[in-house]
């Protein structure tokens, strides 16, 4: 069974653009979910996903946002890149009924670096 | 507020010491708890975890106790490999939502041959 799948790995833009990054979750997995995590904040929650409806969002400005299609892939977007977004951004999964309580899978991530 | 605090890294052991990683946290209601790996380059894997009081989780030689009494879930091995080099993040969980779970620091943990 194939596991979460994130792409690309990596990412090099400069300030002021725009980045999309994707998430395949494990096949059956209907929640998706974000997190940014960077040395200094460690893991931060951006978003949950779940059948293409945005269930939680985390304590990010507009310029992050995200969308999940029928499929359950899901997408986010960064806006107006700032040198603070430099970041590996996370993609996870869950079963459905557990849900995070019981596990998260997560994918290799992709690494942002904004310049 | 809710919250995980971990042992700041890095720690560094050689091969078959023994490890602990010190946790404790903080939660208004009955925590699950867990401990999650990262090793170099790939995402995080679920390690061990404990849904309540006095359950002990264990994997790979790995195990933590779920300690109410303290607050406390700290991550023990009695014999390290240089393959249990990585960062190990301890977290909890209020909910079946991701944006339930609030994870510490990490610590990253160097194994010397």
Known sequence: KAGVTQTPRYLIKTRGQQVTLSCSPISGHRSVSWYQQTPGQGLQFLFE??????????????????????????EMNVSTLELGDSALYLCASSPPATGANEKLFFGSGTQLSVL | GDSVTQMEGPVTLSEEACLTINCTYTATGYPSLFWYVQY??????????????DDKGSNKGFEATYRKETTSFHLEKGSVQVSDSAVYFCALSLGSSASKIIFGSGTRLSIRP
Not at chain 1, 63 to 70: A, I, K, L, P
Not at chain 2, 40 to 53: I, V, Y
Request: charge should be positive; hydrophobic fraction near 25%; glycine fraction near 12%.
């Open chain 2, 40 to 53: 170099p380059g790939e995402g995080l894997q679920l390690l061990l975890k404990a849904t309540k009081a």
């Open chain 1, 49 to 74: 996903y779940f059948s293409e409806t945005q269930r939680n969002k985390g304590n990010f400005p507009g310029r992050f946002s995200g969308r999940q299609f029928s499929n359950s892939r899901s």
